[in-house]
């Protein structure tokens, strides 16, 4: 299907006259707007790309006398595709060419993954929502990742006298008949596919997701992200007032102009005082892709990314990284090309030094890689004694379910046999030797982008030991290191967004835990942005450019830009879980690190800075050594500071900061 020119479409908009002066509103069933090319992605594993499911939207009038809405409808197109067009319909890559890539149009053999969003029925006796899909779709909750299996109620099934029945065996499948009946539907949280009966169902084929309606009156928030600085591009998330999502992808343009039907519709029904049921179609949230000069970091914009050229050129003929500083603020602000990931990256994760000449490196990496021969030895030997040692047994247990389902849909891991996941859960098993700790859930997503780019598994090995215990980025499994990660996330919470903390206080003691960013601080955002914009911010937080808890003002900067409709319609504790889940993915990372670098300017810049987070203060200092600004450390005089301030700062009559690191790590985290 081709694309109508954003000239054309804006022409026809024209037509439909809507301003705020306009004498007679739209009447019953007028379509006010309509476009091509509009996608559904549904919410398949995180860590692959996403596939797109192209479809053609209308919005539409329903006026009466008691009710005033709008309409708006999605109907599917024949084709579907999975991003990225050079690489099979199962497999992603992130290293792909995507500068000519349609995003709508492909082979029409690509198999769908099920829709994870909730569909409502016309009679809307599901939720309190109004969103309707074809009767021949099957109806199911997904709920977000998570690692339990939930059970769906099923609101409705067509029965089908000859449903074809698959069961995940590794890659291979096992196809069998059911009886005609309605199942039962348990949904399964690590793939998203619906289980009937205790098999895996697979929708037919450009299916999966069927045509819907939603009022828009009946929404609880209407969204408006843009990606683009012309924001005509980007997403629209509609929810309703049962936390089900629904999100519509505009790659091609013309969301600028749904945003000005909805305003249009806005002035005309407020010119005539019609009354509606729900504010929501009154208000929305518009989210720019730019940000103001003062929501920026000063430097943004004066640097460029490091590609292989200036990566080079900082190379002397001894092998020493020249203009260390340079490159810190070039990987800070614009990230590593991708060529060249593979010779940075250990220079980010502390396993080179910048002043290391040809010489040493290989002095060093001969070391290091006898030590990991001995590992490697150690690890032989408890392999053959994990049938009488629980410990072990349940390690290797662990890593080989992780290992079996992380980022299978790639090329570099897809398919049994794989020597590649081998060496991943080598890596992995041998790290636990090293360290004698156990294997935590996660730690091969975290490893899995090391082991594509770096390549040589001595040299993996030892970057993941730099990234799992030399950067804070990355918080270890203790409940004490997670702790504190959460005390310095509320403390800034407090500072930046202090009505957002606020709420959170008002929805009781848990709500403080922020379960909402657990994922992100353990996975690194992994599950929350595409790959390549989750590298940059891995990258930006390895910089170590000002503040080495970078990571944590991006949990500020996603909360800050995307968190808005938390407050504005008082979310309560699971339901801001289920917000950040379903944005998961539909997200810009790009603006939220511009956001995140803006914040920790002004961090930096503060006058005085809470007790609380001391420490943040301390590695500042330590990452800018030059920097003559010194905040003042403000007790924040509770209880456990009667005696002397516990979280390491006093004040003294100059306003001198003093730390007592040893009583922060021993007492400060309760």
Request: aromatic share 10%.
């Amino acid at each position: 299907m081709k694309v109508m020119s954003i000239d054309l479409q804006k022409k026809f908009l024209g037509l439909l006259k809507l301003s705020p002066t306009s004498e007679t509103p739209p009447v019953n069933g007028e379509i006010l707007y309509s476009t091509n090319n509009v996608c559904v992605h549904p919410q398949g594993l995180m860590s692959t790309l996403p596939m797109h499911h192209n479809g053609f939207l209308t919005i539409s009038a329903k006026v009466d006398a008691a009710y005033s809405t709008l309409l708006i409808n999605w109907s599917p197109s024949k084709k579907t595709i999975n991003e990225p067009e050079t690489i099979v319909p199962s497999a992603t890559s992130g290293s792909a060419d995507r500068r000519h890539l349609s995003l709508c149009e492909t082979k029409s053999d690509t198999v769908n993954s099920f829709d994870s969003d909730v569909e409502i029925d016309s009679d809307g006796s599901a939720g309190g929502g109004k969103m309707k899909r074809s009767e021949s779709s099957l109806t199911a909750l997904t709920l977000p990742l998570t690692d339990v299996n939930t059970t769906a109620d099923v609101t409705e099934a067509e029965p089908a006298a000859d449903v074809v029945v698959v069961a995940d065996q590794g890659e291979e499948e096992v196809v069998e008949k059911v009886e005609e009946k309605t199942p039962t539907v348990v949904t399964s949280p690590s793939t998203h596919l619906v289980v009937l009966n205790g098999h895996v169902f697979r929708p037919p084929k450009n299916q999966a997701n069927s045509a819907f309606e939603i009022d828009l009156g009946e929404m609880r928030s209407l969204a408006v992200f843009f990606r683009n600085s012309e924001c005509t591009k980007g997403e629209f998330v509609i929810c309703s007032h049962d936390s089900v999502y629904k999100v519509l992808h505009f790659h091609f343009g013309g969301l600028d102009m749904l945003v000005k039907v909805l305003r249009d519709w806005k002035n005309i029904t407020r010119h005539h005082r019609q009354k509606t049921n729900n504010q929501s179609i009154h208000s929305f949230t518009s989210v720019l892709s730019e940000l103001t000069p003062h929501e920026c970091h000063p430097e943004e914009g004066l640097y460029r990314s490091l590609t292989k050229c200036t990566w080079e050129l900082s190379i002397d003929e001894f092998g020493r990284i020249q203009n260390g500083a340079n490159i810190q603020k070039s990987v800070f602000f614009c990230g590593v090309d991708t060529d060249i990931r593979g010779e940075v990256w250990p220079y980010l994760l502390k396993y080179y030094k910048y002043d290391m000449t040809v010489l040493e490196k290989a002095e060093m990496r001969a070391k290091k890689l006898s030590k990991y021969e001995m590992i490697n030895a150690k690890r032989e030997n408890i392999l053959q004694l994990q049938k009488t040692e629980s410990f072990w047994r349940n390690v290797i247990c662990s890593i080989e379910k992780d290992v079996l389902r992380t980022d299978r849909s790639k090329p570099f891991f897809k398919g049994e046999g794989n020597p590649n996941l081998d060496t991943l859960q080598r890596i992995l098993l041998n790290y636990s030797v090293f360290t004698k700790t156990p294997y935590t859930q996660g730690m091969s997503d975290l490893l899995a982008p090391l082991l594509i780019e770096i390549k040589n598994e001595n040299d993996i090995f030892w970057c993941f030991v730099g990234l799992m215990q030399q950067t804070i980025f990355i918080s270890s499994p203790s409940d004490h290191d997670m702790e504190k990660q959460l005390l310095y996330l509320r403390e800034l919470l407090r500072l930046f967004i202090p009505d957002f903390y606020e709420h959170l206080l008002t929805c009781g003691p848990g709500a403080m835990e922020l379960l909402f960013a657990h994922r992100w601080i353990l996975l690194c955002f992994k599950r929350e942005f595409p790959e390549d914009e989750a590298l940059r911010i891995w990258e930006a937080c390895w910089a170590h450019y000002q503040n080495s808890y970078f990571h944590l003002f991006v949990c500020v900067a996603v909360i800050a830009l995307y968190g808005r409709d938390i407050t504005k319609y008082r979310l309560a504790s699971d339901e801001i879980l289920l917000h950040f889940t379903h944005l998961a993915m539909q997200m810009n990372g790009s603006l939220v690190l511009r956001k995140a670098r803006g914040l920790l300017h002004t961090f930096r810049r503060r006058d005085s800075v809470p007790c609380t987070l001391c420490d943040i203060f301390v590695k500042q200092q330590e990452s800018n050594r030059a920097s003559s600004h010194q905040p003042r450390v403000k007790c924040q005089g509770g209880d456990e500071c009667s005696e002397g301030c516990l979280y390491g700062g006093t004040r003294d009559q100059v306003g001198i900061f003093k730390a007592n690191m040893t009583k922060f790590f021993t007492g400060g985290n309760k």
